[in-house]
């Protein structure tokens, strides 16, 4: 436990954050999930659709400050390539 007042604040105001963020970053999961799922069973209607909503999802916590923006790109891209290669075989 924190021993000095501004600590016990740092841990208040970390807290506070965290709940904050915790929806977001457990839709984002949700999002990305389902996005694998269906880029990885090749369904061809539902998995660009699934992909772009995992985007949009990871470029608003980015925006947000709940996930580190290169962290974002980097999910993107591999969504994305996995999107690819499964559209172009």
Do not use: C, F, W
């Amino acid at each position: 436990m924190a021993n000095t007042k501004s600590a016990l604040k740092a841990a208040r105001v970390s807290e506070r954050r965290r709940s904050r963020n915790k929806p977001i970053v457990s839709a984002v999961r949700t999002y990305v999930g389902k996005a694998a799922k269906a880029v990885t069973a090749k369904d061809p209607s539902g998995a660009p659709a699934a992909v772009l909503q995992a985007v949009k999802a990871l470029d608003k916590a980015a925006s947000k400050g709940v996930i580190h923006p290169n962290n974002a790109a980097r999910r993107k891209s591999r969504l994305m390539k996995k999107l690819n290669a499964v559209q172009s075989s």
